[in-house]
């Protein structure tokens, strides 16, 4: 996952005269947007989490808007990295990083399957299925190649789209992106992986649109009406039809959408753990799963995912807490490439 810049305001020597204020401000700005998205990749990932953790039923107001925050963060800082490099440089970036952690996972959680098989008895060729090829052992792993197709999709977008101004590129990808969302919404209960490209696919444009935002300079505020832009169009499109699966893809991309926008409005200042944890977060999606299941099988077998929202709220903390430690002590080991592919 390509990361926005780290800047700081202690990175420019305010003492110096030929650093201009407009640079000055430029440092603070793009400080302060880092921060409030750091955040929000914080609180996506506790989502997806306790998502994991409850399968039935999802954790209410927050729930369903871990996965098209992280898709879209994700895609937009691909869009903020082909700013400044080539965009095969950005595509060669997550294949060497997300693809090969991807694969690395993959071998881990496979086999994690055969153990589990072995020890109940089962046939290890049954835990796997021909199309996990697509995807991995494990079903949350389909994240890691969509994001590196993502990625790499908005990075060429944004290098063909270069001398576009920057309104247009903005409304274009918006409009776009949510016709894809009403328009793939009866694919999305399709097998995976298939589904979940399905739900995911529309983050390529909407992801964009928010690189086109990020890279905003400072002073400019044009874009800060986009955060009606989603909800409206989700009242118009998808609210009298709550209980389709277009309305409910609609519904989790337009809040995720304008709580992005509204972090980006509404800059704050970065602080030592978000600065700390952030990087971890894509180490912490491959891992829960793993943490997750093993944790059940150790310290609670009997236990269902039939949870209560107190109940999923402390084992979504103690997953998240175990996996950002298991994170952190590999980030110090020859294993860090494979849980620290933020810092790419």
């Not at 810049?5 to 204020?21: I, L, Y």
């Not at 072995?118 to 079903?139: C, E, T």
């Not at 107190?310 to 849980?339: D, H, K, N, Q």
Request: proline letters at 6%; one cysteine or more.
């Amino acid at each position: 996952m390509e990361m926005l810049p780290r800047v700081a305001s202690q990175d420019v020597d305010w003492t110096d005269e030929s650093v201009s204020r407009r640079a000055a401000a430029a440092v603070r700005t793009a400080s302060a947007r880092v921060a409030s998205i750091e955040r929000l990749r914080l609180f996506a990932m506790f989502e997806i989490v306790a998502f994991h953790t409850r399968v039935e039923e999802r954790l209410p107001i927050i729930g369903g808007l871990g996965l098209p925050l992280f898709l879209v963060l994700s895609t937009a800082f691909s869009a903020v990295a082909a700013d400044r490099r080539d965009a095969r440089q950005v595509m060669a970036s997550k294949l060497r990083y997300v693809g090969v952690a991807w694969l690395f996972w993959c071998a881990i959680y496979a086999l994690h399957e055969v153990l589990r098989a072995v020890q109940q008895g089962h046939p290890i060729g049954s835990v796997f299925d021909p199309a996990m090829l697509l995807y991995g052992p494990a079903v949350h792993l389909w994240f890691a190649p969509f994001a590196i197709f993502a990625g790499s999709a908005a990075a060429v977008a944004y290098e063909r789209t270069r001398s576009a101004r920057p309104a247009s590129r903005l409304w274009a990808a918006l409009l776009i992106g949510v016709a894809y969302v009403m328009l793939l919404a009866p694919w999305v209960s399709a097998p995976v992986p298939i589904g979940q490209w399905a739900f995911a696919f529309p983050s390529i444009f909407l992801g964009f649109a928010l690189g086109v935002v990020m890279l905003a300079p400072p002073g400019d505020s044009w874009w800060r009406g986009l955060i009606a832009v989603p909800l409206l169009l989700f009242a118009l499109l998808a609210g009298p039809h709550l209980a389709d699966a277009g309305g409910d893809s609609l519904r989790r991309f337009a809040l995720a959408f304008a709580i992005v926008v509204a972090a980006l409005a509404l800059p704050g200042r970065m602080d030592r753990v978000t600065r700390s944890l952030a990087p971890y977060m894509l180490g912490v999606y491959f891992v829960h799963v793993l943490v997750h299941d093993i944790g059940l099988a150790l310290f609670a077998p009997n236990l269902t995912r039939d949870l209560s929202h107190g109940e999923t709220i402390v084992v979504s903390v103690l997953v998240y807490a175990t996996s950002l430690a298991v994170v952190v002590v590999m980030s110090r080991t020859p294993l860090a490439r494979f849980v620290r592919v933020g810092s790419s």
